[in-house]
């Protein structure tokens, strides 16, 4: 099973992504949305990157999507948050804070630690605040048999108190191990492609429209 959602494809096709000319009103010219892809892991060992690498792929196949990727093994985040940080602090945030501010979605891939998600992903969270404000994300998960979705929804009310879009639909690999062969491809990719369609589509419908809508005034003013 890859995806919680029960819906067809088909019937998502309301939420299809707009062309830019939807927005735009004068046929095109808009610039690509630009997603942050989160790589929440920074386990020894972890598992993160081949699902990382199959997602972005799948990104990347896009015209409508430009990415960015934030591997948080890359980074070194305290959990003692300041107002004030020292300058190795303000050297780590600098990696990343640029990407979450310019983004227009997030993608967040993540495991599953103790039916949860892991600590480095919440010091990213909680280091920031404006960034992850009025803009969309989906969910990318991993573990074993629940395949990471209790990470998945305890993140959830998290991003919401952060005034976040979370999209519905996810792409999730239980036993993850077992589905991705030693070159790391997917060994039965069909059901996997057709809900990264259907999470990306929605998760590009609402960054468009979101971007439409602060362009025309500022969120919460």
Same mark, same amino acid.
């Given at each position: 099973?890859?995806?919680?959602?029960?819906?067809?494809?088909?019937?998502?096709?309301?939420?299809?992504?707009?062309?830019?000319?939807?927005?735009?009103?004068?046929?095109?010219?808009?610039?690509?949305?630009?997603?942050?892809?989160?790589?929440?892991?920074?386990?020894?060992?972890?598992?993160?990157?081949?699902?990382?690498?199959?997602?972005?792929?799948?990104?990347?196949?896009?015209?409508?999507?430009?990415?960015?990727?934030?591997? /948080? +093994? =890359?980074? &070194?985040?305290?959990?003692? %948050?300041?107002?004030?940080?020292?300058?190795?602090?303000? $050297?780590? *945030?600098?990696?990343?804070?640029?990407? /979450? +501010? =310019?983004? &227009?979605?997030?993608?967040? %891939?993540?495991?599953?630690?103790?039916?949860?998600?892991? $600590?480095? *992903?919440?010091?990213?969270?909680?280091?920031?605040?404006?960034?992850?404000?009025?803009?969309? %994300?989906?969910?990318?998960?991993?573990?074993?048999?629940?395949?990471? *979705?209790?990470?998945?929804?305890?993140?959830?009310?998290?991003?919401?108190?952060?005034?976040?879009?979370?999209?519905?639909?996810?792409?999730?690999?239980?036993?993850?191990?077992?589905?991705?062969?030693?070159?790391?491809?997917?060994?039965?990719?069909?059901?996997?492609?057709?809900?990264?369609?259907?999470?990306?589509?929605?998760?590009?419908?609402?960054?468009?429209?979101?971007?439409?809508?602060?362009?025309?005034?500022?969120?919460?003013?």
């Amino acid at each position: 099973m890859t995806e919680t959602s029960t819906s067809s494809p088909s019937s998502l096709s309301p939420l299809s992504a707009p062309s830019a000319a939807a927005f735009e009103g004068d046929g095109g010219g808009a610039a690509p949305l630009r997603v942050a892809v989160i790589v929440g892991s920074n386990r020894e060992g972890r598992f993160g990157p081949i699902v990382a690498e199959w997602l972005l792929a799948r990104v990347r196949e896009r015209s409508d999507l430009t990415v960015d990727v934030i591997d /948080l +093994a =890359a980074s &070194d985040l305290p959990t003692s %948050l300041s107002f004030n940080p020292p300058a190795a602090v303000a $050297a780590e *945030l600098a990696k990343v804070t640029p990407k /979450l +501010a =310019a983004a &227009d979605a997030f993608i967040v %891939l993540t495991p599953e630690y103790n039916h949860s998600y892991p $600590a480095s *992903l919440k010091s990213l969270i909680d280091w920031h605040k404006d960034e992850w404000e009025a803009k969309p %994300l989906a969910f990318v998960s991993y573990g074993g048999l629940s395949g990471g *979705l209790r990470a998945v929804e305890h993140l959830r009310p998290v991003f919401a108190e952060l005034h976040t879009m979370t999209i519905r639909d996810t792409v999730s690999f239980h036993n993850a191990g077992a589905l991705f062969d030693d070159q790391g491809n997917h060994r039965d990719p069909s059901a996997a492609d057709a809900a990264a369609k259907a999470m990306l589509d929605q998760l590009a419908w609402w960054a468009w429209a979101l971007r439409a809508a602060k362009a025309v005034r500022p969120y919460g003013s």
